[in-house]
């Protein structure tokens, strides 16, 4: 559904990251250190090379649907762009409000 969507894709706050790991357990302190914290607050998005980081992130996000109850709506998706597939993971409908950072204002 959302594959070929622009409007969709151009509506999200994209993090795109650079790291990349050699293991699953890396990738996955990296992702509950940072990006688990902040998918849904500072983004709503997050684009990888590297699928092990988008696999822990997914999890933690789908985890945590099921321990704390629905929270958002966890989307998943890959593009291939010049050989290189980029993995995205995105959330939508949530919950819950950001909070408002300071130096920043609501239009």
């Not at 959330?91 to 130096?103: A, D």
């Amino acid at each position: 559904m959302y594959r070929n969507d622009e409007n969709i894709e151009n509506s999200i706050s994209w993090f795109v990251e650079s790291m990349e790991f050699d293991t699953i357990r890396e990738a996955h302190e990296w992702v509950y250190s940072g990006a688990y914290n902040e998918i849904g607050y500072l983004f709503d998005g997050y684009k990888t090379k590297d699928s092990k980081i988008a696999y822990a992130l997914l999890f933690e996000l789908v985890r945590s649907n099921t321990i704390l109850g629905r929270r958002q709506d966890v989307h998943c998706d890959e593009d291939c762009l010049d050989e290189t597939i980029i993995y995205k993971v995105w959330v939508t409908n949530k919950t819950y409000n950001s909070p408002i950072l300071p130096n920043t204002t609501i239009e």
